[in-house]
Every structure is written in C-alpha cells, then in structure tokens.
C-alpha cells in the first residue's frame, strides 16, 4: 500500500462513488483501477492528471501527504495545481500558526510547497485569529516601523491578487526574499509597494517574481520597542526634504 491508494480510496469514499463509478469517469476498467487503490500496480501520468481534477487536489499531495489528516472542507486551492494549504487547529480548535524561523528564513522559499517542511516547523495559537490560514514571519530591517529585528508579523494568506487593498500592509513572498511593505496600487506587470519609513522609495514586485502574498493579521514584538526621540521626525522630514531636492537638481542640470 501507498499513500496514494489509500489516499484515492478515502477520496473516492468520501465521494460516495463505487469502485465501477470512478472507473467509468476515469474511462478505465474497474480491474485496473482496482489495483491502484490496493497498491499493486502504480498509475500513468495522464491518469493522475485526470484523478487530480476530478478531486479538485493537486498531483502532488496525492502523492507524498495523507489527505485523511486534514478536513477537507478546510482546504485552501491554491493556482497552478500545487500543494494545498491545510489549516489546522490544536485541541482547543484554535489554529495553528506555523512559525518561520529567523535562522531559517531563507528556507521557506524552498519549502514554502513542501508538506514536509511546513510540518516540520514550530507552531502556536492564538484563539483571535480563526478564520483563514495564517502564518508567522520574522522581521528584519527598518523599512517598516516600529516593527524591528527580533520581532514576527501574523500574516493571514491571500488566495488571489485582486483581494489586495490599497493602504493595506502586506507580507510578500518573492523569489528574492520576504518583503513587508504597504500595497499601492496594481498592474498587470506588478504591484507598486511603499514602505512606512520615508528613507525607503517606493518600487514595484513584478508578478512573475511573487510566490504568495499574506496579509499582516498582527505581531508579537519580542523586544522592548525603544522611545523615539522628539526631533526626529523632524530630522526626518528636512532629510527628505534635502534628498528630494538634489534630485531635482540633479534632473534639471
């Protein structure tokens, strides 16, 4: 037996379908399917293809995660037919977060698809946070005030672009990394982010580059924020102010 026949055979139960049934939608004969679900005999690619549509689930979790863990229903589909996000939830039903370590950070974007890895990680709960599949990454650098290294944002996944709002705070995975910024606007090439702290300019993430996008749902800040001092917004703004300036100058000589 494999995960695959045990997971097609709960697949087809659940569906209330006989052996002969699904083997008439899948346009084989019930002796043939029959032994996929018994593990003697291993499927073609272009059957996979066909049982992979059918139940709505990618190729991949068929293949390698037992769907009999997760609820269904609390699936979320995901584009491009890859792994699905499974939300789960401890024994208070609260869900799981799964947390990105900082160490680590740069391994999410090879295991951000993989069952495996995303089991493998630490999680926690927070009972405000229900509704959706949310996630916790670590922060680093300054371009997003006041939160600062050592700090986590909750992120609360996003299953299309065309949910974004405008002035609205993202956690953008890209091929490049995880960036938090403020999304602005859209196009059909890319986004327009801006970030909080003024020092940093506003640039576009090109599609093609963004792997999942989450929406800031909270933080856990896991050292003191310091005391801003009085004149700095000041300092600030004349600094700005003096770089906006010589750009200027700069574009008129």
């Known amino acids: 037996m494999s995960i695959f026949s045990d997971n097609i055979r709960f697949l087809r139960v659940k569906k209330k379908l ?3 049934g699904f083997a008439e939608i899948l346009a084989v004969s019930r002796d043939r399917y029959a032994k996929y679900e018994s593990g003697r005999s291993e499927a073609p690619y272009e059957l996979l293809v066909k049982i992979s ?23 979320i589909e995901l584009p491009e037919n890859r792994i699905l996000l499974p939300i789960q939830v401890d024994g208070m039903g609260d ?22 890895y995303i089991e493998s990680l630490q999680n926690m709960s927070l009972p405000f946070l229900r509704n959706g599949k949310f996630r916790a990454f670590p922060v680093e650098g300054e371009s997003m005030p006041p939160y600062n290294d050592g700090s986590y944002l909750l992120g ?29 606007k859209q196009n059909k090439k890319g ?9 940093y300019q506003p640039y576009e993430i090109e ?7 989450w929406e800031f749902a909270g933080s856990v800040n896991t050292k003191e924020l310091q005391i801003p001092k009085s004149d700095s ?3 600030r703004q004349i600094l700005l102010e003096l770089k906006n300036e010589i750009k200027s100058l700069k574009s008129n000589s």
């Open 18 to 20: 006989s052996q002969q």
């Open 53 to 75: 549509k059918y139940y709505k689930i990618s190729i991949d979790l068929l293949l390698t995660v037992d769907v009999r863990k997760y609820p269904l229903d609390n699936m």
């Open 95 to 116: 869900n799981k977060i799964e947390i990105i370590p900082h160490k680590a950070k740069m391994g999410y974007l090879e295991g951000y698809d993989n069952a495996g």
């Open 156 to 184: 609360k996944y996003v299953e299309s672009k065309d949910y974004l709002k405008s002035g609205r705070s993202y956690i953008f995975i890209t091929k490049e990394g995880i960036v938090y910024k403020r999304f602005e």
């Open 191 to 199: 986004t327009s982010v801006i970030s909080d702290n003024v020092f």
């Open 207 to 213: 599609w093609d580059d963004v792997l999942e996008i």
């Open 233 to 235: 917004s000041e300092i």
